[in-house]
């Protein structure tokens, strides 16, 4: 039988689907569940939360009253912080919304935690045009508010970019680990040219076909050495790991396993990314732009987690990364039996 | 808007413990959790009860987690979606004794084509599918759920490698191997 004959069957298997019965009836258990787990947890952290007040009542006056008007001040500040947050150029809590940002900026030390505020501010201009050309005001008007917006989200979009040049140039020069050279004599010939063999070609009847998948930074795919091969499989006495019970040891044995450079990769896609957005921008898909922002936001997250804990692991040399991969996978193996 | 800054979308949102995200997800997964879970367990009734428990216990672990762990919905569904089967024959195994044919008649029984279909290709069609479903029982079990992922449910290399946590190498030689263990039971029967 030829292999694109039998893909072909298989293809059609996705036939198989729950009764529509099941599907309705388990989506409204799956709702019910989930409201009423949402409330519980509502009423037990509001029930936390709650602040007593009884030492106030034991406080001098003077000192009373002046709490009570520090309090107002703050309170009247943050309200009209949360006031301020949706507002746009023309309203007049904007201006209040302009000095929280760059208040905020200026007390942000951390050059990933700038960046990322840089993002979010990008992102605010973004939502504000989209809002701003909605108005019914005046053409003239709208026109101006807007064009001084793209200014600005250009203008916050080119200090984040360079902000991820500050932390790529911080980050640990991450030496990509050179494929292993020896063959395992596991596999024959037709496996070693599987390997080179592009993702998306490989025994696809659907060839043409957009595989999609929730993506987080490139698309590119980019070819892995060969640690390990497919062994025996496992019985179907595999240990159950729920992935909530994942210790931190094996958290960081998962993560010394990766052997892709991540951190300088992601801050360099999160570059790329910003560019696209700022493409989107001039085509005017709002919508996407804003999307291409957050993922910018998550590749620059991604960068700041991954990079400290793989700085951790190079500073004992790419054999010792050799072994600890190795311990990963046998670690990992061991938990499955 | 591209299926993929949709998916990141709800993705970013449950991120934030969105509920309605959640039933977003359940709408789009539902049937492909169910379809990974059916060819592992081979009962519609089991595979139904099992499906259901692995979105509870998503939404349970998203609730507690920040989903940092984990770069696609998609692998956390399927990890979920594995461990709660190994669960479920863990249960199973201290109740009764296990049974290496458990589940074959079952399959027999199931109804894995729509009834709406034309009588003469729906008989043609049920054949050929029970055929195929049968011979994927006979598969080990990494080799079956490397295919199901793959062909059934169409997932690519690299969210393959994220859910059975291996490399992309690994993955394609694993589809390599089961593809082949698969035609070769396929002539064996022709042979026959």
Redesign the interface.
Known sequence: ?E?KE??S??????????SAK??EE??S???N???S??SN?GARETAKTKLSFKWLVNLPQPAMAAFLIVMVIMGGGIMSIKAAKNSVPGQALYIAKIINEKTQQAITFDQEKKARLGLTFAHNRAKELKEVLAQEDEQAEKTERAQQLVVNFRKELAIAKERIVKINERAPKIIAEEPLNEVDAN?ST??IA??D?E??Q??S??LGKE??????GDSE?V????????TE????????????T?TDSE?AE?QAST?EPVATEESAGAADVLEEAQALLETQDY??TL?KL??AD?LIEQAG?VKGEEAAVLATGTSAVLEIEEQASTT?ENNDK | ?P???K??????KLKKKD?DA??LV??AY??SI??FI?FKVGS?EE??DI??QV???T???I???NL???????S?LY??AR??V??H??KQSRKTE?SLDAGIDDINNVN???PAQDIISEIS?KA??EM??LRMRDL????REA?VLR?????????IAQVL??????V??????A?KA??EL??DE?RE
């Open positions: 039988m292999d039998l893909i069957q298989l293809n059609k298997l996705k036939e198989i689907k729950p099941w599907q388990n989506r258990i799956l709702m569940q989930l409201y787990l949402g947890l596999l037709d496996e599987v390997l063999i993702d998306g490989m025994f009847a659907n595989e999609n998948g929730i993506q987080i795919i070819e892995e050495p060969v640690e390990e091969v497919a499989p496992q019985e179907d006495t595999v240990a159950a790991t729920e992935p909530a994942t958290q998962g052997t919508d996407a999307s957050e993922e998550d987690t990992f | 808007m299926q993929n800054i998916d990141k979308q709800v993705f970013n509920k959640f039933i359940y709408d539902a049937n169910y379809r059916y519609k595979a139904e499906a259901s979105f509870l216990k939404w349970d672990y609730r507690n987690n940092k762990d984990y770069k696609t919905l998609k956390l990890k979920v461990n709660t190994i669960d024959y863990r296990s894995i084509v729509d069609t050929d599918h195929l479903v080990k079990d990494e080799y295919i062909y059934i449910n169409e997932l690519n290399i690299k969210e946590d291996k490399s992309r190498g690994n394609r030689v694993l589809i390599y191997r593809l698969l035609k396929a002539e022709e």
